[in-house]
């Protein structure tokens, strides 16, 4: 017994496979069950999306004056004016389109919109953030206060005035709203980046003549993730909310194509005489942002090392 | 303190310059006039009009004279509402909405930090489940879908409650009888209940496990004193600093609640405005929500620091 069998036990020690963050992560994340349903319900919803062509033999802009309002043939109740038939699983609107197709087609539009608009505030947000927090000084200050300005402004109106001068143009409404979201992201990574800005690694960095762009985007931007994670999770439900917001007043997706909004607010007008047309697009749209809130909170927990 | 405050308050000036200029140019950007009508009038009265309204000036003339009115407090004519300044219609909108906006509030708040504190004080228990999966659905399901369908319930098909009628109008303003009120204050409440419950029983939890709440435990004090006068003061703190963007939900949500419910308050003018093109319009109610929330958050800060000794006036 002495100094060899030691050191073997230290060796040992260091010969259990090491776990980084991100593996921890990942078992947290799948052993919470809201969050694991979250993604299920997600990908089915997207894959449904995706494939919804292939999925109903009618196309999402057809009328059919044959079945105007009609309910889907398994729809309790007996004082229904008609039943829609057929393949028409989700009953039929008010010019007879398919309601189940275009409910499809709606997620396309909200999820499309909820992921690129997500997008637009990521890229600004970190790219900002991380550059204000890092170079620090006059420049955060100047830089942060132009944030400050535009976080009072009620950017709801801003985006509603976009939208009616650029005449509901689909794309605009992406940038528009992930210009809008975008403030938040920047303010977090200038946190997490102003709190490691200091620490040894990217002293190091520095004094291997890495270059202050270099910098940024290798070793700081990297270590802001896991916040910035959590809170795009939490954005995209907030997106979807804020199309729906304003394809309800009118000022968004317009027809034959159509979003979760569009269709829940034609399906308020006629809630009294067929409400699954009401019914189906909040369910939709309600799972989806249920699953992103579960999935962001999961996260949340899963990835804050104060948990541990 | 005072210079703080003053500090603060110039700060107000240039982001409300901002906004204003934003906002002038933008809608300017606009294709189409506030004077277009279906039947072409003759080139001689457009003119009259243009000139009537300075829109014959170039843009930058126009931009100053529309600062030098702000200044004084004009928010010039309404371009499609004839006969009514911008600050009439606000004034005629203002109380409804404020009403209603207030209302809500009230409404969050009570039932926002009695809920909170309640699941605090379960923390982990089925009641705190419950009600934090409440306050989820409070968030993700939008006012228009809980408008329409409580107005199915207790306007359409009308709710009997032990044996009174409890149905409730579904539209209208009728001078804010407290029957009108119900519904559309309900409807904005709603997430805001949601995410006032979230955020206190988040802090409420903290302070609960905090050293100074252990010893009053220890001294004996009754658990109702020790939740009141101890835990929650502080557990409420970060709701103050919530106030501002509290308030900014409200005025978005009222844009909905307003048109769903019919109500005639500024959020309805503010739509009706951006797609008439009646630019003063449109930039008098931004300008006039901006000013409030700006100066919500500054009370917001205000009040933080009065409330918080650890936050000192910088």
């Known amino acids: 017994m002495g100094a060899a069998s ?7 020690a260091f010969d259990v496979p090491g776990r980084s963050l991100w593996i921890d992560a990942r078992r947290r994340l799948t052993a919470n069950k809201a969050a694991v349903s979250g993604m299920a319900i997600l990908a089915i919803v997207t894959l449904a999306a995706i494939f919804a062509p292939l999925l109903s033999p009618y196309s999402y802009d057809a009328t059919d004056y044959g079945v105007i309002s009609c309910a889907p043939d398994w729809w309790p109740g007996s004082i229904i004016a008609c039943r829609a038939g057929g393949q028409h699983w989700f009953g039929t609107d008010a010019v007879g389109r398919d309601l189940f197709v275009r409910v499809l087609y709606g997620a396309r539009v909200s999820l499309a919109v909820g992921l690129i608009a997500t997008l637009v505030s990521l890229v600004l947000g970190v790219g900002y953030g991380a550059l204000a927090g890092f170079v620090g000084r006059r420049c955060d200050e100047l830089m942060m206060r132009f944030v400050d300005v535009l976080y009072s402004l009620p950017y709801i109106f801003l985006v509603i005035v976009l939208m009616v001068i650029f005449n509901r143009n689909f794309y605009l409404m992406f940038i528009a709203i992930g210009a809008v979201e975008w403030l938040t992201m920047a303010r977090i990574v200038r946190g997490e980046t102003l709190s490691i800005r200091h620490k040894e690694f990217i002293e190091a960095a520095r004094a291997a003549g890495v270059g202050r762009f270099a910098t940024i985007g290798r070793h700081v931007i990297p270590n802001v993730v896991s916040p910035v994670v959590v809170y795009v999770t939490l954005t995209v439900p907030n997106v979807i909310l804020a199309e729906s917001f304003l394809s309800f007043l009118g000022l968004g997706i317009q027809e034959p194509l159509t979003s979760w909004g569009v269709l829940i607010s034609q399906g308020a007008d006629q809630m009294g005489s067929a409400p699954w047309l009401l019914l189906f697009p909040s369910l ?22 104060k948990d541990r | 303190m005072v210079s703080f405050v003053c500090r603060r308050l110039f700060g107000v000036v240039p982001t409300l310059l901002v906004i204003v200029t934003l906002s002038f140019f933008l809608m300017r950007l606009a294709p189409g006039g506030p004077f277009d009508t279906q039947r072409r009038l003759p080139p001689e009265i457009q003119r009259n009009i243009a000139a009537a309204y300075d829109l014959d000036k170039p843009l930058y003339q126009q931009y100053f004279i529309y600062l030098d009115r702000l200044v004084h407090f004009d928010l010039g004519p309404s371009y499609r509402t004839k006969d009514f300044t911008v600050s009439e219609l606000i004034a005629d909108g203002l109380p409804v909405s404020a009403r209603l ?20 004080l379960r923390q982990n228990s089925a009641t705190d489940y419950s009600l934090m999966s409440l306050a989820m659905c409070g968030i993700t399901i939008p006012s228009f879908v809980t408008a329409p369908v409580l107005m199915l319930m207790f306007g359409v098909w009308g709710v009997r409650f032990l044996g009174y009628d409890i149905s409730l109008p579904v539209g209208g303003w009728n001078n804010g009888a407290f029957a009108n009120l119900v519904l559309p204050v309900t409807v904005l409440a709603l997430p805001e209940i949601a995410i006032v419950a979230r955020l206190v029983r988040g802090s409420m939890v903290e302070v609960l496990r905090s050293n100074y709440i ?11 004193l020790i939740v009141l006068r101890h835990a929650l003061p502080p557990a409420l703190l970060p709701l103050v600093s919530y106030l501002g963007p509290a308030f900014a939900t409200i005025l978005t949500g009222s844009l909905v609640v307003e048109r769903i419910f019919a109500i005639p308050g500024i959020g309805r003018y503010f739509v009706e405005g951006a797609i008439n093109r009646d630019y003063t319009l449109v930039l008098g109610v931004v300008i006039f929500y901006a000013a409030f929330i700006l100066l919500l958050n500054l009370a917001a800060d205000i009040l933080y620091a009065v409330l918080d000794p650890r936050v000192r006036y910088q």
């Open chain 2, 214 to 224: 252990r010893t009053a435990r220890a001294k004996g004090l009754p658990e109702h």
């Open chain 2, 101 to 120: 906006g207030l209302s809500a509030m009230a409404i969050a708040l009570l039932f926002g930090i009695s809920l909170g504190t309640l699941a605090a």
């Open chain 1, 284 to 305: 939709f749209m309600a799972a989806t942002l249920f699953s992103f809130n579960f999935i962001g909170d999961g996260l949340r927990d899963a990835l804050d090392p």
């Open chain 1, 6 to 12: 030691d050191t073997t036990a230290i060796d040992r």
